[in-house]
């Protein structure tokens, strides 16, 4: 494709590429429905607003303490050094709609028999219909000797933390690429928010490496948590390729334990037993778990993800098995899929179907799938658009036009342009 193809595919809405094609809207219905949503992140935010359009006399409460809406996908970005700490940045309150009641508290506890949500600060609200919507914890203190404050110190990065220590994380990589040495990249064994963030990471340090002079200086290590690279396999396989290629050397099955920052080791946990190597640059992603509450009040799975908490639900529906007053969205739900700003676009108007046609009585007819996309950044000013459901089935939204295990510069630009302005109609209610 050439960069006349794009700008007329632009014209048509490719960024929505990058997060699939909502369905259409519907009528509006009355009610006075009590809906609580828990969380003004990216599905509680999107939710709020196309519920504000559907349902007429509903009173919607949205809990969430955060004043500031992170732009989770450009952290990578910054964490590269290629969009300041600001370019994820925004205010809450910014982007939620009139008609919205925003309670500025975190929430304590969920009374799933007695239908009521009560906050940290004492507040009791009494729903109808509650979605639970609260993002994830990034639980930094499951590793041993590791804390945020070492972030940008010491060769130790971790960009999932956050805009400001994905910035401290570019300001260790710049030192890394500029001086070589080891470079040691990780991702835990529980599931996470955007799977493919950790290998993104790793390739652009890699070619960092390269356009500073130095990648014959270094060495660049990925250490995989169990025995594949990405959980599609024929994505999985080609990025093997391309590591091989590159020659990123992947360690199979560790998972890091304990982080040594003065002596700069970190040990793995392995089949074999641990495993201790030295590092001038190591890239942390925690363990992610469900925010405790949601353990505490009973909503999770009693069976799978037990070491993790997300909510039960059923993976087509989002609707809790046990309490049908109840949906999940985004990172928190318990589906095999799913922790990507693209799910959640997906995710949004099948809860909206489902919720809305229970308060009019009826059964709602969507269905998530598992769409999740991930444009998996290669090389600054390349990537591969890969998008997959449930069953693991490549389901490219351009067929013919955008070939998702190739290295393109459209879905680099996808990635780097047409991402956030789509992202942010999806806040709006409006993609």
């Not at 559907?54 to 409460?61: E, K």
């Amino acid at each position: 494709m050439d960069r006349r193809q794009f700008l007329a595919l632009a014209g048509l809405g490719a960024g929505a590429a990058a997060l699939g094609t909502a369905p259409a809207r519907a009528a509006r219905v009355a009610t006075a429905a009590r809906i609580v949503i828990i969380g003004a992140g990216a599905a509680g935010t999107a939710l709020a607003n196309r519920l504000v359009e559907r349902l007429d006399g509903a009173r919607i409460t949205l809990v969430d303490p955060r004043r500031e809406h992170v732009y989770q996908p450009g952290l990578s970005l910054v964490a590269a050094g290629l969009k300041p700490a600001s370019y994820v940045v925004s205010q809450t309150a910014h982007w939620l709609p009139s008609g919205v009641e925003w309670m500025s508290d975190a929430v304590e506890a969920v009374d799933a028999q007695a239908k009521t949500v009560t906050t940290r600060g004492g507040e009791t609200l009494a729903y109808d219909w509650l979605v639970v919507a609260p993002g994830l914890v990034l639980d930094h203190d499951a590793i041993e000797g590791f804390s945020l404050e070492m972030v940008g110190e010491n060769g130790i990065g971790a960009l999932y933390a956050g805009p400001d220590y994905a910035a401290k994380t570019w300001a260790a990589v710049e030192r890394f690429t500029r001086s070589g040495g080891r470079g040691l990249f990780t991702r835990p064994a529980t599931e996470m928010k955007c799977a493919g963030a950790p290998l993104k990471h790793t390739f652009l340090v890699d070619d960092l490496a390269r356009r500073a002079g130095n990648r014959g200086r270094s060495e660049i290590v990925y250490a995989a948590q169990n025995d594949t690279l990405f959980g599609v396999p024929i994505v999985s396989e080609k990025v093997r390729m391309l590591f091989q290629d590159r020659g990123i050397e992947t360690v199979y099955s560790h998972v890091l334990r304990t982080v040594d920052a003065g002596a700069k080791r970190a040990t793995f946990t392995t089949p074999n037993g641990d495993v201790v190597l030295d590092y001038d640059y190591l890239h942390v992603v925690p363990p992610q778990r469900a925010p405790d509450f949601v353990r505490r009040s009973g909503l999770s799975w009693a069976d799978k993800w037990t070491d993790q908490g997300w909510v039960e639900v059923d993976q087509k529906t989002l609707r809790h098995l046990r309490f049908p007053e109840i949906f999940a969205l985004g990172d928190v739900a318990g589906v095999p899929k799913g922790k990507t700003a693209a799910s959640v676009k997906w995710q949004v108007p099948v809860v909206e179907d489902h919720l809305v046609s229970a308060i009019e009585g009826r059964e709602g007819t969507q269905a998530y799938d598992g769409y999740t996309s991930c444009p998996l950044i290669t090389r600054i000013g390349r990537a591969m658009l890969v998008e997959f459901d449930y069953r693991n089935n490549l389901v490219p939204s351009f067929p013919g036009l955008i070939a998702p295990l190739e290295e393109l510069w459209i879905s680099w630009l996808m990635k780097e342009i047409a991402l956030k302005a789509t992202y942010n109609a999806m806040l709006r209610g409006e993609a």
